[in-house]
């Protein structure tokens, strides 16, 4: 069963960068496509990008493009999302998720099947 | 990208009633659409995958249908825990969307 342990909550001014970790459990990085997820306050869910394994790469939603990077630590099978140039609409809980690696769209495909519990981050000068 | 609609974005019912939720896809997705619940201050949980698969471990008074643009949840014999937040997601297109959400409220 795969766990996904995220960072504790941030608080960042305007301009500033946050790093957010999602640590695996029971799995390991590689058998995963991970993603990320954001939910401003009383919205709804707004997938950010996530590991696209038909292209074999991360994939950026437009609105994030250039200020969002996704990484993976295979060594200690954690993913880091790091959001740069934040304002205030950035204020949101972040959510990782995944699915296993090659089932992420078409046929395949099996949803987010497990969610880190969220990190949320308050942009605020 | 695929715009996904949900409708309504919210709704209310009795506990023992029967819901349906319609999403619809701006394009055609085949049977590649996630259904998933979320309550307040929890992560989402996925329901139904591939239009109509139930996940593992999910009541089978879920139930999803359709393909193409037009798909639809519903929950039959409404339970207390079953208020929540309900949201669609596209697994077709590179980008990932989902749909607005719809709230079920008890009536």
């Known amino acids: 069963q795969v766990q996904l342990v995220q960072s504790g909550a941030e608080v960042k001014k305007p301009g500033a960068s946050v790093k957010v970790s999602c640590k695996v459990s029971g799995y390991t990085l590689p058998e995963l496509s991970m993603h990320w997820v954001r939910q401003a306050p009383g919205k709804g869910l707004e997938w950010m990008g996530g590991?696209?394994?038909?292209?074999?790469?991360?994939i950026y939603t437009q609105k994030f493009q250039g200020r969002v990077t996704m990484t993976d630590d295979t060594s200690t099978d954690t993913a880091y999302m790091e959001l740069s140039s934040l304002r205030s609409e950035d204020t949101a809980v972040y959510y990782c998720?995944?699915?296993?690696?090659?089932?992420?769209?078409?046929?395949?495909?099996?949803?987010?099947?497990?969610w880190g519990q969220g990190t949320l981050v308050t942009v605020s000068s | 990208d695929i715009q996904l609609t949900q409708s309504p974005s919210f709704l209310s019912a009795s506990v023992g009633g029967r819901v349906t939720i319609t999403c619809r896809a701006s394009q055609g997705i085949n049977t590649y659409l996630a259904w998933y619940q979320q309550k307040p201050g929890k992560a989402p949980k996925l329901l139904i995958y591939a239009a109509s698969s139930l996940q593992t471990g999910v009541p089978s008074r879920f139930s999803g249908s359709g393909s193409g643009t037009e798909f639809t949840l519903t929950i039959s014999g409404l339970q207390p825990e079953d208020f929540a937040t309900y949201y669609c997601?596209?697994?077709?297109?590179?980008?990932?969307?989902f749909g607005g959400g719809t709230k079920v409220d008890i009536k």
């Open positions: 590991f696209d394994p038909e292209n074999g790469e991360t």
């Open positions: 997601q596209q697994l077709s297109g590179v980008f990932l969307t």
């Open positions: 998720a995944t699915s296993p690696k090659f089932m992420v769209r078409g046929e395949l495909a099996t949803g987010f099947d497990n």
